[in-house]
C-alpha cells in the first residue's frame, strides 16, 4: 500500500502466508516481526475472524521458529486455538494443537507435549487431515522416545512416513525417515541409520526444510563417530549446529 493508504485486506492475507513460508524455510529477514503484526493489525481492522485466527498462528510459528522462544509463542498459538475452536475450524484446531504440543516439550512439560499432540493427532484422524496426522506421529514419536519406548516411537515413525508419502507431503515423509533413522542406530544398525538419514537429508536439503537438515546430520555425525571416524563426525556436528533451525 502506498503511504497513508488503507492496506488491502488481501494484501494482508498475502503478507500473511509470505511470513509463514519465510518461517519455516528459517528466514532471518529483518521485516518479518513488523510486517506479522501488521498482517494481524489488518485483519483485526477488517473484522475477519478466520484471519485473525490465521495471524495469530503465524505469530506463534514466526516466535517459536525465528525467535526461539516457544514460551512466549505458546501464547500466541493458544490464541489462535481459542479463535478456531469459536470458528469451529477443525483443520486449524488440530493445527494449533500440534503447535501448542510442540512448543510444551520445552516451555512447560513433556505430560502436556503428549496431551497435545496426541489430541491434535486424534482430531486429525478423524477428520482426514493426513498431512497433520503424519506430522503429529512424528512428534509423538519424539515424546516416546523420551520415555524410553523406542518400539512405540518406531511404530509411529512408520505410520507417518506411509501417509505422508502416499500423499507426497515430502517435508513430513523425510523428517520422519530422518528420525527413524534413530531408531536404527540405537539398535545398532548404523549402517541402515545412516541410509535413512542420507535420504531425509537430500529431501530436506532439496525442499530446504532446515528441521531435517540438522537433525539428519546430527543423524550422520553419530554414525561416523561410532564407525571412528571422529573427523567427519566433528565436520558434520558442526553443520549441523550451524543450520538456523538448530
Known amino acids: 500500500p502506498r503511504l497513508n493508504e488503507k492496506p488491502d485486506p488481501i494484501w494482508g492475507r498475502v503478507l500473511a502466508r509470505l511470513i509463514l513460508l519465510e518461517t519455516l524455510s528459517s528466514s532471518t529477514r529483518e521485516e518479518m516481526g513488523a510486517d506479522v503484526e501488521t498482517s494481524l493489525a489488518i485483519a483485526q481492522e477488517a473484522g475477519d475472524p478466520h484471519e485473525i485466527a490465521f495471524c495469530f498462528l503465524v505469530l506463534g510459528y514466526y516466535i517459536s521458529k525465528a525467535i526461539r522462544d516457544d514460551a512466549a509463542a505458546l501464547t500466541f498459538f493458544e490464541q489462535s486455538l481459542e479463535h478456531y475452536r469459536a470458528l469451529d475450524d477443525r483443520f486449524y484446531i488440530s493445527r494449533a494443537l500440534q503447535r501448542i504440543g510442540a512448543c510444551s516439550a520445552s516451555a512447560t512439560s513433556l505430560e502436556n507435549f503428549l ?78 541409520a545412516g541410509s535413512l538419514a542420507e535420504e531425509g537429508l537430500q529431501i530436506g ?42
Open 205 to 246: 536439503t532439496d525442499i530446504n526444510f532446515s528441521d531435517t537438515i540438522a537433525y539428519a546430520l546430527a543423524i550422520l555425525a553419530l554414525c561416523a563417530g561410532v564407525s571412528e571416524d571422529y573427523r567427519t563426525s566433528k565436520q558434520l556436528s558442526e553443520e549441523s549446529l550451524d543450520v538456523p533451525s538448530n
Open 115 to 192: 496431551k497435545f499432540t496426541r489430541q491434535s493427532l486424534e482430531l486429525a484422524r478423524e477428520i482426514g487431515n493426513i498431512v497433520d496426522a503424519a506430522n503429529s506421529l512424528v512428534n509423538f514419536a519424539s515424546g516416546t522416545f523420551a520415555l524410553g519406548d523406542y518400539i512405540a516411537a518406531e511404530s509411529y515413525l512408520r505410520e507417518s512416513v506411509a501417509l505422508s508419502s502416499e500423499i507426497g507431503a515430502r517435508w513430513v515423509a523425510g523428517h520422519s525417515k530422518t528420525v527413524l533413522g534413530l531408531t536404527y542406530f540405537l539398535r545398532g544398525d548404523v549402517e541402515r
